[in-house]
Structures are given as C-alpha cells and as structure tokens.
C-alpha cells in the first residue's frame, strides 16, 4: 500500500488547497477547462493534482512526480521537457531528471509554493458521542433509527423547532438508495438541519477516502476547494464513533480556514466502515454557532440513514443474485421462495430420485454442424429437455457436454420425487419427435436419448465451491444413475429405472423387468427395468413374452428362453432388450458355462 502524503499549495503567501492523498502524485497546470485549479483525481496508479492555471505558462502540464519513499523520503521525477523546478533549498532538478529527497520539501513556482510533508496529526479540540455507532440492518426503519434521538429531542425545550429537522431526516431516510441524488440529498441534509456551510458524503475505497458528493449553503461557494478534515476522519474510522470539532483559533492545517466540523461514520451491516457524512462552516460564515451534542446526534442519524439505504440496496442486489443464481436451477416461484432460507442448502442426507440424459449421436451431429451450429442445437435440445424437468419442480444440476443430469425430491420434499423424475423422462420422450422435425434438414438423422434413473439416499446440497455454485447431489445414488444411462447403450432401450425407483411407482407406469446389471465400479447387482410412454397395443404381449423368457434366463433354461424370444422377435423385430437377452441365450446355449451368472457384468460406462 502506498504511504500517504500530505500537500499544500500556497499562492501569493495564502493556502489554496490542502490534502493528504496516498502516493505516488503527479503535479502539472491545468489541461483543460474541464480541470479545475487545486484539486486532485486518480489518473492509474497515481493522483492527479491541479497546481495552476491553464494560462500560467511557468508550470508545464506535467510538472513533476513525487513517490514516497522509506525513511521520509521522497523521489521527484522532472516530467518537463524544458523547464526547470527549484526547491526552497535552492537546489534546481534539471529537465527529465530526478532525485530523492529527505521531506518536508518544498517546490517553487512562480508566486506559488508546494509543500509536501508526511502527515501532520493536528492536536485540535474535539469531542465525540459517547456511543460508537450501530451497525445497519437491511430492513431498518425509520422509526428504529429516529428512536435514538429521544434522550436529545426530550432535552429540548423548543419542540417545535426539531418538526422541520425531523422532516428533511424523514425525506432523507425514506428515499431510494438506489437514486442519483440520494448521497447529493443526505449532504445536503447535513448543511440545512445542522446550519453548515457544506456537507459531504465520503466512501473508502482501498483506505482512501473518496468524496461521493460535495453540497454547499450558497451556490457562490466553490464545492471543489472543501477538504475534509483527515484528522477527523482517521478519529472516526479508527474509533467508530461521530465527532465534531471547534478549533479556537485560525491554524494552517488540513482545515483551511474551517473553524467547525463534524463527522459520522457510515457503517456496511458487519459494522465496518465503509465511509462518512461530513460538514463543516468556515470562519466567517454568516451562522457561526458552535456544532453542539444535538447537531452529531442529527448527523449520525443521517449517517444511519445513509447506511441503512446502503444496506438495503446490498441486501436487494444480493437477494437478485440470488435469485439469478436459483432460477438456473430451479423454477422462478421456487427460487424466489428458497431466497428467503438461507441455509437450504447446506448439506442434508435425503431420499431423492436423480435422472441423466444422455443424447445420442453427438459425435456425428457435431462433425456435421460445425461449432457455431453445435451450439444452437444443443442450446435448443437441452432447452426443451430442461422445460421437461422444470415442468415436475425438479432441480437442473448440470450440464456435460450432451448430457443433463437432473435431480427430484430437494429442496422441497417431495414424496413423490420418482414419480416425477419418470413423468419428465417421459415428457423428454414425447418431446423428441417436435425437436427432430426442427433439426432434420442440418443434423439429417433423427435424434435419440439414452435416460437412466435411480432413487436412493445422496448428500445434498452445494456440491461446488464457494468460487462457482452447484446445487445437486453426492454418493453412489448419482453415480448408479450415470450407469444406469450408459446400461441403455447395451439393453438397446431408451429409458431405463432401477427397482429402487421401480418400488414407488404404481401400475400407471408401463414397465418390464429387464434384467440384472453389474456396472463398472459398483460391486452390487442392480435389476432394471424398461419405462415406456403411452402403452402400445402389443405392450403388454410383449411385457409377458418377454418377462417369461427372462424367467426361463435366470433358471438356465437357455434353449426354452431361445424358443419363447424367437417367437416375440418376428412380431417385434425393433425390440432392442429382446435382441439383447436373445443373444446372451444363444451365446450361453453355445459356450454352456459351468459358473452361470444370471447378473450380466456390463463392459463399460
């Protein structure tokens, strides 16, 4: 971090402009008319500071560049081309030249001297309210914040004077956070409820001070040359409380000419500061009464306020991220809902029923579309795969490549979660003719799927990081759904559940038991079973056919197996699980194993 410097800019033995700003500066005249003389801006990795006049040829538009250093020194770099620059010391630092410099130095231009100097704390009076300031709520009120004010409004014999201060205060605190003028309006509050001459709204960013807002008493008074009080503000953030000044004498300090000054603390809802509501009113003004115990209290309360809008607005925003985050996963009316339960996804052990889909031919689709293509397809495919889980109330926990990977049962517990899980697999199916149709003309096959489900007990919860969210599932339930898809591949059948789903089905569901599986790295013989949609004629000829000769498998009874497939095969010869149990039966009537197995050990994924 950049230690800080202080400056002051004296014309004509008169101070002019005084800061404290954090290294490293560069010095010039102004450049424009957009610039004005005596301030200061960030210009990348330094401040920007105004000098002199556009007309006042003797400082060059970059004059110098001053870089603290260790051990209170100071490296100045001569920007200028020509011109030369003299420090009181009489030493001269010629043109595009440096050197460092013990400090405080003090550089001459003309009828201007610029005094640069580590800073200076200024041991000036100041009193502070006995209470460090309370951290705002998101939802604070108006009336929560204005009940601090009634030891000091009971104190008060004229009541009737504090109804217009109450009601800029409630004005203030009662307007959108989110507003331009909001921060202009809190200033401004401060000049007209204390009698200041200017209010400031200041934020910290990367410990510098940054004001957001500058509103005087009187449109004559220049807002560019008001310096906040940097002795105040380190009492301030280092106390968190509200202070005010009255110094008893004029002194050249970072107050310039100030004789009153006050500051509260702007806190963010972890009770950190973030910034501060300051006024001050210079010698001379035309309402010169001290800042008393009753105008802090007022201030802090518009700090409060300020504070309050802040935290409001983080909450909203955060509350729309939140939301934006959920509805990737969830419905809008869900996600709304579980914004407002800030654990509900912590890990939890739960009964739920997780489904993968799988689209087939994508190797081959890709090659043919080309990237650009790709993505428009599969943006549209899984688009209408994920409705198909939205329309359930499942939850859409990723996407991989050209697969999805869905989940039913959480956050919301559902005790129908498989039943749900299979009416939008179902629903998928349905959908496929309609995406085919759009897509024929460019992919020129038509489009399948491979889905696999499972039910089961999985950690849920956020299964990602604090980097990139994920909400979804954990344990060997989604790892046996991944197999259980890629078991589609070998049973030549589009949707496949295990007896684990299959248990909490009713009748409705047109089902056959298929076989048991053992399935790449999971040592425990699964049974599926075959889902399919609106039941065919010739399904439930084909259930029985085909349950019957898986029957006769499991007994070794291959050739009475072989006879019962051959008969079902000519009236369905698009079955895929018939091929495949018909030829296992042949392989084991040919091979006759010894150690039959009737669990058929899959090859792969």
């Not at 450049?31 to 003797?58: L, M, N």
């Not at 709204?201 to 509103?215: A, F, G, H, K, Y």
């Not at 914004?339 to 689709?365: H, M, N, Q, Y």
């Not at 078991?487 to 909490?504: D, G, P, R, V, W």
Request: net charge negative; with cysteine; proline share 5%.
């Amino acid at each position: 971090m950049a230690s800080s410097l202080q400056i002051r800019i004296h014309d004509q033995r008169q101070l002019v402009y005084s800061s404290e700003l954090a290294g490293p500066l560069e010095l010039g005249r102004q450049s424009d008319t957009a610039e004005t003389p005596y301030t200061h801006k960030r210009e990348g990795d330094h401040w920007r500071v105004v000098i002199a006049r556009q007309d006042e040829s003797f400082v060059s538009r970059k004059t110098i560049r001053v870089e603290p250093l260790p051990d209170g020194k100071v490296r100045l770099g001569n920007l200028s081309g020509k011109l030369a620059v003299r420090l009181e010391s009489g030493f001269e630092l010629k043109p595009e030249s440096s050197a460092d410099v013990a400090m405080p130095v003090v550089l001459i231009f003309g009828t201007k001297a610029v005094r640069i100097q580590q800073p200076v704390e200024e041991d000036l009076p100041m009193e502070g309210l006995a209470e460090a300031t309370i951290a705002p709520a998101a939802d604070m009120d108006v009336s929560g914040i204005l009940s601090g004010l009634k030891p000091a409004i009971g104190a008060s014999a004229d009541v009737e004077a504090m109804v217009p201060w109450m009601r800029v205060t409630m004005e203030v605190l009662n307007s959108a956070a989110g507003s331009q003028d909001f921060f202009a309006r809190a200033a401004m509050a401060v000049v007209d409820l204390v009698g200041l001459d200017a209010g400031q709204v200041l934020l910290r960013n990367n410990d510098e001070w940054q004001s957001q807002t500058i509103q005087t008493r009187r449109a004559s008074q220049t807002q560019s040359d008001r310096q906040a009080s940097r002795q105040v503000l380190r009492k301030v953030h280092k106390e968190k409380r509200t202070f005010w000044q009255v110094p008893t004498g004029p002194a050249e300090s970072s107050l310039v000419d100030v004789n009153a000054v006050v500051a509260a603390p702007i806190l963010n809802r972890h009770g950190d500061i973030i910034g501060a509501l300051y006024g001050d009113r210079a010698l001379g003004g035309l309402n010169t009464r001290p800042i008393t115990k009753l105008d802090a209290m007022l201030v802090e309360l518009l700090a409060s306020g300020v504070a309050a809008g802040l935290a409001r607005v983080e909450h909203e925003q955060a509350a729309v991220r939140a939301r934006v985050q959920l509805e990737q996963f969830f419905t809008p009316s869900l996600a709304r809902a579980l914004a407002a339960r800030p654990d509900w996804d912590k890990g939890k052990e739960l009964e739920v029923t997780v489904l993968v889909c799988d689209i087939r031919g994508f190797s081959r689709v890709t090659e043919r579309l080309g990237p650009t293509g790709t993505m428009e397809w599969i943006n549209d495919v899984l688009g209408d795969l994920s409705n198909c889980v939205l329309s359930q109330e499942g939850v859409l926990v990723d996407y991989v490549g050209d697969e999805l990977m869905a989940m039913f049962g959480a956050p919301v517990d559902y005790p129908d979660h498989a039943q749900r899980a299979c009416r939008a697999a179902l629903a998928m199916l349905e959908s496929l003719p309609k995406m085919q149709e759009r897509w024929l003309h460019a992919t020129h096959e038509r489009m399948g799927v491979g889905i696999g489900i499972n039910s089961g007990t999985a950690r849920v919860g956020n299964v990602g990081s604090a980097i990139k969210y994920k909400y979804g599932p954990l344990g060997n339930t989604v790892n046996l759904a991944s197999r259980v898809q890629g078991a589609s591949k070998y049973l030549k059948a589009t949707l496949l559940i295990t007896e684990a789903t299959h248990a909490h089905l009713d009748p409705s569901f047109a089902t056959r038991r298929l076989c048991q599986v053992r399935v790449v790295n999971i040592e425990k013989p699964v049974t599926l079973y075959e889902m399919v949609g609106p039941q065919p004629p010739e399904w439930l000829e084909l259930k029985r056919g085909y349950e019957e000769a898986l029957d006769h498998f499991e007994k070794k009874e291959f050739l009475r197996c072989a006879h019962l497939l051959g008969k079902l095969l000519p009236e369905h010869p698009l079955d895929g699980p018939t091929q495949a149990l018909l030829s296992r039966a042949v392989t084991c009537l040919l091979e006759e194993p010894k150690d039959f197995d009737p669990v058929w050990k899959l090859p792969g994924k």
